[in-house]
């Protein structure tokens, strides 16, 4: 019966087939509190932040900053642009590029580089494992982390997560056909990984040959990078929010396929880091202004949205900048010494505010 069912749902818009979105409420009650933190840095496109020894780094371009000294320039600068970054146990880190390298600074390792293989050219996001090695996120098999939008609207699902040996290189799959992993986060002796595409943290159990199990699902927005505070608090970043119209989008194959072929990107029907910047968007029933003023609760296709997570990995508080915000396209956040700071990518701000509380 299941096919049969399938088959209704389809032709009823119900169950799978339905084109509704969770909505924010709960511990997702919209707030502009992200609007009210404080500015650290100003540069195009702040994606990653790490913790390391030499405090906390931000990436962007080509280049790592330190978001405590921000008049000193770059720390570090590549050959190529920074596609993720994590610190590592040891005070460095390890920075993942654009074409499928990964370079160590400062600890232990630093100054050498894992070369690029042809099952990792995604890198979307880095993290340390308890053992000594780095778990590696490849987001997509066929398109680079700039082609983000191109993976979504192709309904992708081949991406993977590797645990790679710093020393020598050595790699091994611990999952694959995954819906673009964009973070990840070692919880005991399995891998906590964000599908963006299926809106959705997953499980990967050691050795585990079937599919991951989902710890948290219908997400009101594509999740990106996790991370842990020092009292348990996870921490998750939201870079863009879902939308029924963009659901939509994603199952009427024809209209689907021609406007990828005729539209620039940047103009598809389908979230974005920030929206209002070019006349040429399209308004999919948002951007509602009354007065020539953009109304917070108007439905946009960029948002700011950083989530706290208890250790049961179950949402309990989270940060805003609405529809009128100015710290729209949130990457990553990192949680230290009673701060959050994050990296708002779509509006090229680096910024931090204080929080209360530990995990429950």
């Not at 939008?149 to 991406?159: F, H, V, W, Y």
């Not at 659901?247 to 005729?262: A, H, K, N, T, W």
């Not at 439905?299 to 009128?324: E, K, M, Q, V, W």
Request: net charge neutral; charged share 20%; with cysteine.
């Amino acid at each position: 019966m299941n096919p049969l069912r399938q088959a209704m749902d389809r032709w009823l818009g119900r169950g799978e087939a339905s084109i509704t979105v969770p909505p924010m409420d709960g511990a997702f009650r919209p707030n502009d509190l992200l609007d009210s933190a404080s500015t650290i840095l100003q540069m195009p496109a702040p994606d990653c932040l790490a913790q390391t020894a030499q405090g906390v780094l931000v990436s962007a371009g080509r280049s790592l900053f330190s978001v405590g000294n921000p008049i000193g320039g770059g720390v570090w600068s590549f050959d190529a642009e920074i596609a993720a970054v994590t610190g590592l146990p040891d005070g460095g880190a390890a920075v993942g590029l654009v074409d499928g390298r990964i370079a160590f600074v400062g600890g232990r390792h630093g100054g050498s580089t894992i070369a690029a293989s042809p099952e990792i050219n995604c890198i979307t996001a880095l993290a340390p494992a308890r053992d000594g090695a780095l778990l590696v996120a490849n987001g997509s098999a066929s398109n680079g982390p700039a082609d983000w939008k191109r993976d979504l609207m192709e309904k992708n699902a081949s991406g993977s997560v590797w645990r790679i040996k710093p020393a020598g290189g050595s790699r091994a799959l611990l999952a694959g056909d995954l819906a673009y992993p964009y973070g990840l986060l070692e919880e005991g002796e399995s891998v906590i990984v964000s599908e963006s595409w299926r809106s959705a943290l997953t499980r990967i159990a050691p050795g585990a040959a079937s599919r991951p199990e989902t710890v948290l699902e219908n997400l009101p927005a594509y999740p990106s990078r996790l991370s842990r505070g020092a009292d348990g608090t996870i921490w998750l970043a939201l870079f863009a929010p879902r939308s029924q119209l963009v659901e939509f989008i994603l199952r009427e194959d024809r209209y689907r396929r021609g406007m990828m072929r005729r539209i620039d990107p940047d103009h598809w029907v389908a979230p974005c880091l920030r929206t209002g910047l070019s006349p040429q968007e399209p308004t999919q029933q948002g951007s509602v202004k009354q007065l020539g003023v953009v109304k917070p609760w108007s439905p946009s296709r960029s948002y700011g949205l950083a989530a706290c997570l208890d250790r049961a990995f179950l949402p309990t508080a989270s940060f805003h900048s609405r529809a009128n915000g100015q710290r729209h396209g949130v990457t990553s956040c990192l949680a230290i010494d009673g701060r959050l700071y994050f990296c708002a990518k779509g509006d090229g701000i680096v910024a931090s505010l204080p929080y209360a509380g530990s995990a429950p």
